[in-house]
Each structure stands twice: as C-alpha cells, then as structure tokens.
Nanobody
Framework: QVQLVESGGGLVQAGDSLRLSCAVSGGTFRNYGMGWFRQAPGKEREFVGGINRSGFTNYGDAVKGRFTISRDNAKNTVYLQMNSLKPEDTAVYYC????????????WGRGTQVTVSS
C-alpha cells in the first residue's frame, strides 16, 4: 500500500522560505506523477503544482515564480520549495500521487500546516 508522509511545515514570516518534503513508501516512486495541493480554512482545495514521471512541472497561478517542485527518485521523495511566502499562502499542504502511469491524483498524504505571518 502506497503511503505519503509530508513534513517541513511550520510558522514563518512573510518573505521567508520553506521547503516541504513528501516521502513515498510502498510503491515504485518513479512510476507516479506527484503533486502538491493546499487548503486554507473555509476555502476549497487548490492545486499548487505537479511534477510528472519525466520531471516536467506545472504550477497554479498563485504560486508561479515563487514555488518550485522537484523529485528525487533515489530517495522516493518529492519537494516543494516555497520562496517569498505571503500570508495568503497559509494553508494545510497536501502531497498527492497519481495512479501508476496515470494522471489523476489517487493517493493523498495527511497534510502539513504552513502558516505565514505578516
């Protein structure tokens, strides 16, 4: 059974940087597309960005130019580097994986809280 565990969240100030990690176990990591989503209180879940099996990335408009996704297939880990953080980036951040060789996100982590103070 594939499991995703996020880490790296915390409380930072506006303008700071933070890197989230998502460790994947129970599957062949290189066969999964990976993504990051976030959900703020009272708001719908929002797509942050994704990285496919080939390393191609795409991002939501709210984070383009500030956030970077990368993956390390040797460590079974995907990362979300967040720079120039804003208070509106405050949310629970979730890691997600597609089905094997698929494109739809099927597997989810439990999330990690990111809080950005002004």
């Amino acid at each position: 059974q594939v499991q995703l565990v996020e880490s790296g969240g915390g409380l930072v100030q506006a303008g700071d940087s933070l890197r989230l990690s998502c460790a994947v176990s129970g599957g062949t990591f290189r066969n999964y597309g990976m993504g990051w989503f976030r959900q703020a209180p009272g708001k719908e879940r929002e797509f942050v960005g994704g990285i496919n099996r080939s390393g191609f990335t795409n991002y939501g408009d709210a984070v383009k130019g500030r956030f970077t996704i990368s993956r390390d297939n040797a460590k079974n880990t995907v990362y979300l580097q967040m720079n120039s953080l804003k208070p509106e980036d405050t949310a629970v951040y979730y890691c997600a994986a597609t089905s094997v060789f698929g494109t739809e996100y099927k597997i989810w982590g439990r999330g990690t809280q990111v809080t950005v103070s002004s």
